[in-house]
C-alpha cells in the first residue's frame, strides 16, 4: 500500500517538474527576442555610398567585398544574430537568411540577376522599414540607426553564408 502511494506521489512531482520544465522553455523562447538597443555599425573602412538609397548591393562584386563581410558579420551578429541566429542560421523562430534569395539560384543567368536585384531591394526596404503584422512588430525598422552601408554589409555578409544550393 505504502508502495502504491510513494509512485503515486513521485509521479505527481515527475508531472509537476516536466510542466515546470517545459513552461521555463516556452517562455525561454518566447523571451528571447525582448527589447534589444539596436547598435551602430562602423563602415568607415567601406566606400561610401552618398545619401540615394541604392537597389543593388554595391559591395557583392569588387574590391571591397571582403571587407564588406567582415563588417556585415559584426553587423549581423550586433542586430540581427538574436533573432536570425548565429553565423546567420535560424533556429526557427525568425527567417533563415541564408535561404533568402535560393530560388533565383535555380533560374537562368538573366532571370537570376533579376531576381537577385529583386530580393536586393525586398532586403533592403525590409532592413530600412522593418515588419510589422497585425499591428506587431515582427521586425524593428532600422532606418536611421544603420547606415547604408552597414545594411549592405550585412547583405554581403549574407550572400557569403547562402545555404548550399
Not at 541564408?98 to 536585384?117: H, N, P
Request: a positive charge; glycine letters at 8%; proline letters at 5%.
Amino acid at each position: 500500500m505504502a508502495n502504491r502511494y510513494l509512485c503515486s506521489a513521485l509521479r505527481s512531482i515527475a508531472r509537476r517538474t516536466v510542466l515546470t520544465v517545459a513552461t521555463a522553455a516556452i517562455a525561454c523562447v518566447v523571451f528571447a527576442h525582448g527589447n534589444v538597443t539596436p547598435q551602430p555599425v562602423d563602415t568607415h573602412t567601406l566606400p561610401q555610398l552618398g545619401d540615394d538609397w541604392l537597389t543593388d548591393n554595391p559591395y557583392s562584386a569588387g574590391p571591397a567585398t571582403q571587407e564588406a563581410v567582415r563588417i556585415g558579420s559584426s553587423g549581423f551578429n550586433q542586430n540581427c544574430a538574436r533573432f536570425h541566429g548565429l553565423e546567420a542560421i535560424s533556429g526557427g523562430i525568425a527567417p533563415d537568411l541564408r535561404k533568402l534569395d535560393a530560388e533565383c539560384f535555380d533560374m537562368a543567368e538573366q532571370a537570376r540577376a533579376t531576381c537577385i536585384k529583386t530580393f536586393d531591394a525586398y532586403f533592403i526596404g525590409t532592413v530600412r522599414g522593418g515588419r510589422t503584422r497585425d499591428g506587431r512588430v515582427y521586425m524593428p525598422p532600422f532606418q536611421g540607426i544603420l547606415s547604408q552601408e552597414a545594411m549592405w554589409a550585412i547583405k554581403t555578409y549574407l550572400e557569403s553564408r547562402r545555404a548550399s544550393q
